[in-house]
């Protein structure tokens, strides 16, 4: 079974940064596409960044040129920096990967705010 988690949220500046780390264990198989999607209060779930296998990446327009997704696929773990950090980025980030299945993280929470 394979198992996703997260880590490195927290609370943050405006202006600030954070990296945010995500490892999928479980499976000797390369995920094919390993992402991020985030959730603040009252919204909807929006997919943030995404990366394939080959390292095709996908960006929602709010965060380009301020988050960067990056993977190491040996280890199947998938990064996301984030830049610039401004309030409206603050929500519980959840972590997936995929193969045969969609497998989800537990979540972390980022907080923007002086």
């Known amino acids: 079974q394979v198992q996703v988690v997260e880590s490195g949220g927290g609370l943050v500046q405006p202006g600030g940064s954070l990296r945010l780390s995500c490892a999928a264990s479980?499976?000797?198989?390369?995920?094919?596409?390993m992402g991020w999607y985030r959730q603040a209060p009252g919204k909807q779930r929006e997919l943030v960044a995404s990366?394939?296998?080959?390292?095709?990446?996908n960006y929602l327009d709010s965060v380009k040129g301020r988050f960067t997704i990056s993977r190491d696929n040996a280890k199947n773990t998938v990064y996301l920096q984030m830049n610039s950090l401004k309030p409206e980025d603050t929500a519980i980030y959840y972590c997936?990967?995929?193969?045969?299945?969609?497998?989800w993280g537990q979540g972390t929470q980022v907080t923007v705010s002086s």
């Open positions: 990366i394939s296998d080959g390292g095709t990446t």
């Open positions: 997936y990967a995929v193969r045969l299945g969609t497998y």
């Open positions: 479980g499976s000797s198989f390369v995920m094919f596409v």
